[in-house]
T-cell receptor
Framework: DQQVKQNSPSLSVQEGRISILNCDYT??????FLWYKKYPAEGPTFLIS?????DKNEDGRFTVFLNKSAKHLSLHIVPSQPGDSAVYFC????????????FGTGTSLTVIP | AAGVIQSPRHLIKEKRETATLKCYPIPRHDTVYWYQQGPGQDPQFLIS???????DKGSIPDRFSAQQFSDYHSELNMSSLELGDSALYFC???????????FGPGTRLTVL
């Protein structure tokens, strides 16, 4: 049972525009969320996180938004750069009950120069 | 900066053989996680250790076992290998329980 879902397997965006990657979850106990970026032949790299006490977290060009009522989070990248082309995973955990992270299936982002 | 080290990077085994994957966490990280990522799939959590003790168990087959040693490195032992065990195995470490995880480059296991 997939508790974290990324329904868009791929996304193409023009350089300089905004990239929006979406993630939905089913477990209302999740209280900590992460976004990872993964290049081919490398391990995932941590990008940004958000806890359930916040609805927005910003770090440079990356902003994560959390809508707890909709069980939805999104990652905004502004402006998008060709080097952002990678697979993006969202992950969620219920820190109150354990440290197991559940990953989505990933969205492959292509930023077109 | 030091990163998570995994060895070997590539491993080829035959069915019913055993394999041992090693993970060396970032210095002063006391939590280690193991994930399995099959082709075209998301990483699946296998097992985690905190301060050398198992802390969480995911979808790890009974044929697999893992431990964390006194120097905090961890080993994933896989026995009676099956074709379906062919995957990328990631190790991640974090500086404390519940914090973001830093991933290693992965070990690609191919079972023939």
């Amino acid at each position: 049972d997939q508790q974290v879902k990324q329904n868009s397997p791929s996304l193409s965006v023009q350089e300089g525009r905004i990239s929006i990657l979406n993630c939905d979850y089913t477990n209302s106990m999740f209280d900590y969320f992460l976004w990872y970026k993964k290049y081919p032949a490398e391990g995932p790299t941590f990008l940004i996180s958000i806890s359930s006490i916040k609805d927005k977290n910003e770090d440079g060009r990356f902003t994560v938004f959390l809508n707890k009522s909709a069980k939805h989070l999104s990652l905004h990248i502004v402006p998008s750069q060709p080097g952002d082309s990678a697979v993006y995973f969202c992950a969620a955990s219920a820190l109150r009950t354990g440290n197991q992270f559940y990953f989505g299936t990933g969205t492959s982002l292509t930023v077109i120069p | 900066a030091a990163g998570v080290i995994q060895s070997p990077r590539h491993l080829i085994k035959e069915k019913r053989e055993t394999a041992t994957l090693k993970c060396y966490p970032i210095p002063r990280h006391d939590t280690v996680y193991w994930y399995q990522q099959g082709p075209g799939q998301d990483p699946q959590f296998l097992i985690s250790f905190y301060e050398k003790m198992q802390s969480d168990k995911g979808s790890i087959p009974d044929r697999f076992s893992a431990q964390q040693f006194s120097d905090y490195h961890s080993e994933l032992n896989m026995s009676s290998l099956e074709l379906g065990d062919s995957a990328l195995y990631f190790c991640a470490s974090s500086p404390e329980w519940g914090n973001e995880q830093f991933f290693g480059p992965g070990t690609r296991l191919t079972v023939l």
